[in-house]
């Protein structure tokens, strides 16, 4: 299974980036998609989910400048950023889980926000 996490970088606050997770090893359209964070001396934490069927979730801190999409035909999850905010800066990981307690993550990419 591998979860390749790509499009991190360094932007200026205000900015977008868009990540992208391709996914190989796994039935994606079956899996719930994640995408977390972890900024340095914090413990990582979900930043959105979305289903296999239904509606993504956010966590308060990025809802209405982040969102969250998947194209199963590419097995690949995106993380649109906006408005980007120094505190959006760490490290972003993306994950599957299969609702039956399998659970893969990628090994991250990094997101730099500038004052």
């Known amino acids: 299974v591998q979860l390749q996490a790509s499009g991190g970088g360094l932007v200026q606050a205000g900015g977008s980036l868009r990540l992208s997770c391709a996914a190989s090893?796994?039935?994606?359209?079956?899996?719930?998609m994640g995408w977390y964070r972890q900024a340095p001396g914090k413990e990582r934490e979900l930043v959105a989910v979305?289903?296999?069927?239904?509606?993504?979730d956010y966590a308060a801190s990025v809802k209405g400048r982040f969102s969250i999409s998947r194209d199963n035909a590419k097995n690949t999850v995106y993380l649109q950023m906006n408005s980007l905010e120094p505190e959006d800066t760490a490290v972003y990981y993306c994950n599957s889980d299969n609702y039956r307690g399998i659970i893969h993550w990628g090994k991250g990419t990094q997101v730099t926000v500038s004052s």
């Open positions: 090893g796994i039935i994606f359209s079956t899996n719930l």
């Open positions: 979305i289903p296999a069927r239904g509606d993504p």
